[in-house]
């Protein structure tokens, strides 16, 4: 057996697939405008990105890859549904020493995640303006434990044709 041959998936698993249609719209390769603001400094970043979705696992979860301009990997996000809780969602960034566990939900015309990141502080992230070919992302964190969040990370994605 290859890993990725048993990891990636054609297509959703049909006894869940409205469920997963949620993430699912997003399965395929986005160009990604980022910005990232550093804490520590106070400023903005700008950087250009890849972001890739695939079916995975028998087509029952989604699984995308950032990669920046140089062709590197940033982190992946593992996006899987469970009937008696929801959407589980779990990001890693191995460079940044960083795994985000998160829940979802659908919201109609956005995707709110909440969550936890590897520091303890709680994070925000926010899918709008979802269409066929563009989206926005926007992650704000919390110092004081959700009491206030400041904006760290806006992304606006328009889809590669292939």
């Known amino acids: ?46 950087s250009e990105l890849v972001w890739t979705f695939d079916w995975i696992i028998s087509g029952r979860g989604i699984q995308d890859v950032l990669v920046d301009e140089t062709g590197t990997a940033l982190g992946t996000t593992v996006r899987t549904w469970d009937e008696r809780a929801g959407w589980r969602v779990v990001w890693f960034c191995p460079r940044a020493a960083e795994h985000v566990v998160l829940t979802a939900e659908d919201q109609g015309d956005q995707i709110e995640l909440r969550g936890v990141q590897a520091d303890g502080r709680r994070v925000r992230w926010r899918f709008s303006s979802i269409a066929t070919d563009a989206f926005s992302w926007d992650g704000w964190c919390s110092n004081d434990h959700g009491e206030t969040w400041w904006h760290e990370q806006h992304m606006e994605a328009r889809r590669l044709i292939q």
């Open 1 to 46: 057996m290859n890993l990725t041959r048993s990891l990636v998936a054609d297509g959703p698993a049909v006894e869940v697939a409205s469920e997963l249609a949620v993430f699912g719209r997003f399965v395929g390769d986005w160009h990604v405008r980022n910005s990232l603001y550093d804490e520590s400094a106070g400023t903005w970043s700008q």
